[in-house]
């Protein structure tokens, strides 16, 4: 096989990770689990390695970037793939009602992102293959007042990505942004108006098949492409008026 | 707009509004459900929960109204399903309850480990399995699934966390316990190892129900497994007459390869009247021809042997929207088959799934459903006159010292389950001192008056 079997999972606790893990676990791979729920994490690296994978857990938190350095330093020398999947969303009414919490979900899903993959993108070059996949969101490609705090991070994200996979791309390593839609996780359980919602079995699926094909920049499920490219081609003295 | 904040209003985050339905898809509630993924926000879930209670709905696969709470709380467990040990040398599995027999199947047998004890569907989660003191079709030798836990892990009403054992009361209130002690988040299953992933399956005809029996009789005292199908409809001197399963392990065979059976869905509800006494009369007439009369033996993989309807998902809606009964009776006494199926074929309900098999254990919790006897289990599409024959099956069952299998069931009456779960009084008493309040609460256990001294 072309890749290297050793996956980093950033934010490993999430529903999409767990799965993306079993996926790894199911192909005799081994992964890093990375987060801060370590009990948590000992649950999932267990039953990956019970599915077949050498897998281990590492404390890493996306939300304190002082300490990346170190995180980066203790990996192992080898060829990596990353499957970035943390993120943070505050309902934009809470945050509305305490800015403070706008800042977290900056620092979680804008900084937060940069500053790991920025000391990671150094070993990806001097391994010079492997495959980075990051989780990203619909919402980054137009900011609505119902959501714009959180889309706005990930609009930074999407552009860093931009620049990140230009950059990986001549050290033969790929860079995968996963833009997602409706997913049925934890973070969007109970939130009205969701619709069509895909499971994390199926995201955790495309994320491997997209690093396998080293795809750039994929909507997920796919007729998301669809809806983004209508909501973004309205002229915004229309959107403005819009209650999106 | 007005839609989407009224939604807002009502579901908090982390909690949403939900309609569900027993297996069966005649009880049906509405909840707001939690769906937590860390074992970390249980107790948080669980304490919220006021005089509207809360239960578990993990699987799904309860038929009747177990695991709703209509108008109440509901905790989803489905992604509390991670496997956390196992010891090959002991078979000793530990695992989160949300599990399901499906997955044990998937990673452990190819390992040579199967359940000990597994239900008729693989979907069913191992909560669930102790939740209802589960049996299979080897209820005979290994008992109900609780028999072979050794220890699970509860979070009481209160949120407090225990490690119970056998030896501890609550683990026997918590064993077919019905989810009313609480939750249920890990266990440790001793599993069984199995030399292969097939068994030799033998199936013969019999013409009336002495010459089941007789079948039944031989085969529990030499197979592993053995269950009997059962044409309801057949009278006079047909009555009882079916097909006789057993099945034993059997060694691997060189150059025997498996291959995942291709899962079939069921994509909309059959028509109500698909199923109708004459076309179930056919079917169970072809059905019965389908073993040629001098029997036969075939190898046949675990997953086909143990889980048949699991082969068409949603295979429920074989019976239309408007769902169907299960009835489930254990009968110490083989005379009292005759008396109830003679009660079915008298009435003009068909029973399109009937099962006869032999049991011979208890369970070991205070509501298990067990002991030594037969268990006939039939299923009737949803329909007038229906109710009443339930009615009379339950009396005829009481009649004759028997006993209603409440996973399946949605139709018993509270004085008729005192009657035939004669430990209710002590599990009402434990109930009293780790609920007082009761917070946990289901259809089921209104109906059943579970709480309330008769």
Redesign the interface.
Same mark, same amino acid.
């Given at each position: 096989m072309a890749d290297p079997p050793l996956w980093l999972v950033l934010g490993a606790s999430s529903s999409v990770a767990r799965a993306f893990t079993r996926l790894v676990a199911a192909e005799g791979g081994e992964v890093i689990l990375a987060g801060r729920d370590l009990a948590d994490l000992e649950a999932s690296a267990a039953d990956a390695r019970l599915r077949g994978a050498a897998a281990e857990v590492r404390p890493f938190d996306a939300g304190d970037p002082a300490s990346h350095a170190l995180f980066v330093a203790a990996l192992p020398a080898r060829p990596l793939n990353i499957l970035l999947a943390f993120g943070l969303m505050h309902p934009q009414a809470a945050i509305d009602s305490s800015p403070e919490l706008a800042e977290q979900v900056i620092r979680v899903n804008y900084q937060g992102a940069v500053s790991i993959l920025a000391r990671l993108e150094p070993l990806l070059e001097a391994a010079g293959q492997g495959a980075v996949v990051v989780l990203s969101s619909v919402a980054g490609d137009r900011g609505r007042p119902s959501n714009f705090v959180y889309g706005s991070a990930k609009a930074g994200l999407n552009t860093y990505l931009q620049g990140l996979r230009a950059r990986l791309a001549r050290h033969g390593v790929s860079v995968t942004t996963v833009k997602a839609g409706f997913m049925d996780t934890a973070m969007s359980y109970g939130l009205p108006g969701m619709f069509l919602v895909a499971s994390p079995e199926a995201a955790a699926q495309v994320c491997l098949l997209a690093a396998r094909r080293k795809r750039n920049v994929l909507y997920f499920p796919f007729f998301w492409w669809l809806i983004m490219a209508i909501i973004k081609a309205i002229p915004e003295g229309v959107f403005k008026r819009l209650r999106l | 707009?007005a839609e989407?904040?009224k939604?807002?209003r009502i579901? +908090?985050?982390?909690? %949403?509004r939900d309609a569900f339905s027993g297996w069966g898809r005649l009880a049906r509630a509405e909840m707001l459900a939690a %769906?937590p993924?860390? +074992?970390?926000e249980l107790a948080g879930i669980l304490t919220s929960a006021g005089s509207e209670g809360i239960i578990v709905h993990a699987g799904g696969r309860s038929y009747g109204d177990s695991a709703l709470n209509a108008g109440g709380r509901a905790i989803l467990t489905r %992604?509390l399903d %991670?496997?956390? +040990?196992?010891d090959p040398a002991s078979g000793l599995l530990v695992a989160?309850a949300g599990v399901r027999f499906e997955d044990l199947r998937r990673?452990l047998l190819p390992r040579g480990f199967l359940a000990p004890v597994t239900p008729g569907t693989a979907y069913a989660t191992l909560g669930g399995a102790i939740a209802h003191d589960v049996h299979g079709k080897n209820q005979d030798r290994a008992g109900n699934f609780g028999t072979h836990v050794e220890w699970l892990d509860l979070m009481l009403p209160s949120g407090e966390l225990r490690r119970l054992t056998p030896a501890d009361p609550l683990f026997r209130a918590t064993v077919g316990g019905l989810g009313l002690t609480g939750v249920i988040l890990a266990l440790a299953l001793r599993l069984m190892p199995v030399p292969s992933r097939f068994v030799a399956v033998r199936e013969r005809r019999v013409g009336d129900l002495d010459e089941f029996l007789g079948a039944l009789e031989v085969e529990r005292s030499r197979a592993a497994y053995s269950v009997g199908w059962i044409d309801a409809q057949a009278q006079g001197r047909a009555l009882g007459r079916g097909i006789v399963e057993a099945a034993d392990p059997v060694a691997a065979k060189a150059g025997e390869s498996y291959a995942e059976a291709r899962g079939r869905r069921l994509p909309v509800d059959l028509p109500g009247f698909v199923l109708n006494p004459l076309s179930i009369a056919a079917f169970n007439a072809l059905y019965w021809r389908r073993v040629p009369k001098e029997g036969r033996e075939r190898r046949l993989a675990y997953d086909r042997f143990l889980y048949p309807l699991d082969a068409i998902a949603d295979w429920n809606r074989l019976y239309g929207r408007h769902g169907f009964h299960q009835f489930q009776a254990l009968l110490p006494e083989p005379g009292a088959i005759r008396v109830l199926l003679e009660a079915c074929a008298a009435s003009r309900a068909a029973s399109f799934l009937a099962v006869l098999k032999t049991m011979g254990q208890q369970g070991t919790g205070l509501l298990s459903f067990g002991g030594r006897g037969h268990t006939l289990a039939l299923d009737f599409p949803a329909g007038p006159g229906i109710d009443g024959l339930l009615g009379r099956l339950e009396r005829l069952v009481l009649d004759h010292g028997g006993q209603v299998y409440l996973a399946k069931d949605s139709r018993l009456s509270a004085a008729g389950f005192a009657a035939m779960y004669p430990r209710l009084p002590e599990f009402r008493e434990i109930l009293a001192e780790i609920d007082p309040e009761g917070r946990m609460r289901s259809d089921l256990a209104v109906r059943l008056a579970i709480r309330r001294a008769a």
């Amino acid at each position: 096989m072309a890749d290297p079997p050793l996956w980093l999972v950033l934010g490993a606790s999430s529903s999409v990770a767990r799965a993306f893990t079993r996926l790894v676990a199911a192909e005799g791979g081994e992964v890093i689990l990375a987060g801060r729920d370590l009990a948590d994490l000992e649950a999932s690296a267990a039953d990956a390695r019970l599915r077949g994978a050498a897998a281990e857990v590492r404390p890493f938190d996306a939300g304190d970037p002082a300490s990346h350095a170190l995180f980066v330093a203790a990996l192992p020398a080898r060829p990596l793939n990353i499957l970035l999947a943390f993120g943070l969303m505050h309902p934009q009414a809470a945050i509305d009602s305490s800015p403070e919490l706008a800042e977290q979900v900056i620092r979680v899903n804008y900084q937060g992102a940069v500053s790991i993959l920025a000391r990671l993108e150094p070993l990806l070059e001097a391994a010079g293959q492997g495959a980075v996949v990051v989780l990203s969101s619909v919402a980054g490609d137009r900011g609505r007042p119902s959501n714009f705090v959180y889309g706005s991070a990930k609009a930074g994200l999407n552009t860093y990505l931009q620049g990140l996979r230009a950059r990986l791309a001549r050290h033969g390593v790929s860079v995968t942004t996963v833009k997602a839609g409706f997913m049925d996780t934890a973070m969007s359980y109970g939130l009205p108006g969701m619709f069509l919602v895909a499971s994390p079995e199926a995201a955790a699926q495309v994320c491997l098949l997209a690093a396998r094909r080293k795809r750039n920049v994929l909507y997920f499920p796919f007729f998301w492409w669809l809806i983004m490219a209508i909501i973004k081609a309205i002229p915004e003295g229309v959107f403005k008026r819009l209650r999106l | 707009m007005a839609e989407a904040s009224k939604h807002q209003r009502i579901s +908090a985050p982390g909690w %949403r509004r939900d309609a569900f339905s027993g297996w069966g898809r005649l009880a049906r509630a509405e909840m707001l459900a939690a %769906r937590p993924e860390r +074992a970390s926000e249980l107790a948080g879930i669980l304490t919220s929960a006021g005089s509207e209670g809360i239960i578990v709905h993990a699987g799904g696969r309860s038929y009747g109204d177990s695991a709703l709470n209509a108008g109440g709380r509901a905790i989803l467990t489905r %992604r509390l399903d %991670r496997l956390l +040990a196992f010891d090959p040398a002991s078979g000793l599995l530990v695992a989160e309850a949300g599990v399901r027999f499906e997955d044990l199947r998937r990673v452990l047998l190819p390992r040579g480990f199967l359940a000990p004890v597994t239900p008729g569907t693989a979907y069913a989660t191992l909560g669930g399995a102790i939740a209802h003191d589960v049996h299979g079709k080897n209820q005979d030798r290994a008992g109900n699934f609780g028999t072979h836990v050794e220890w699970l892990d509860l979070m009481l009403p209160s949120g407090e966390l225990r490690r119970l054992t056998p030896a501890d009361p609550l683990f026997r209130a918590t064993v077919g316990g019905l989810g009313l002690t609480g939750v249920i988040l890990a266990l440790a299953l001793r599993l069984m190892p199995v030399p292969s992933r097939f068994v030799a399956v033998r199936e013969r005809r019999v013409g009336d129900l002495d010459e089941f029996l007789g079948a039944l009789e031989v085969e529990r005292s030499r197979a592993a497994y053995s269950v009997g199908w059962i044409d309801a409809q057949a009278q006079g001197r047909a009555l009882g007459r079916g097909i006789v399963e057993a099945a034993d392990p059997v060694a691997a065979k060189a150059g025997e390869s498996y291959a995942e059976a291709r899962g079939r869905r069921l994509p909309v509800d059959l028509p109500g009247f698909v199923l109708n006494p004459l076309s179930i009369a056919a079917f169970n007439a072809l059905y019965w021809r389908r073993v040629p009369k001098e029997g036969r033996e075939r190898r046949l993989a675990y997953d086909r042997f143990l889980y048949p309807l699991d082969a068409i998902a949603d295979w429920n809606r074989l019976y239309g929207r408007h769902g169907f009964h299960q009835f489930q009776a254990l009968l110490p006494e083989p005379g009292a088959i005759r008396v109830l199926l003679e009660a079915c074929a008298a009435s003009r309900a068909a029973s399109f799934l009937a099962v006869l098999k032999t049991m011979g254990q208890q369970g070991t919790g205070l509501l298990s459903f067990g002991g030594r006897g037969h268990t006939l289990a039939l299923d009737f599409p949803a329909g007038p006159g229906i109710d009443g024959l339930l009615g009379r099956l339950e009396r005829l069952v009481l009649d004759h010292g028997g006993q209603v299998y409440l996973a399946k069931d949605s139709r018993l009456s509270a004085a008729g389950f005192a009657a035939m779960y004669p430990r209710l009084p002590e599990f009402r008493e434990i109930l009293a001192e780790i609920d007082p309040e009761g917070r946990m609460r289901s259809d089921l256990a209104v109906r059943l008056a579970i709480r309330r001294a008769a």
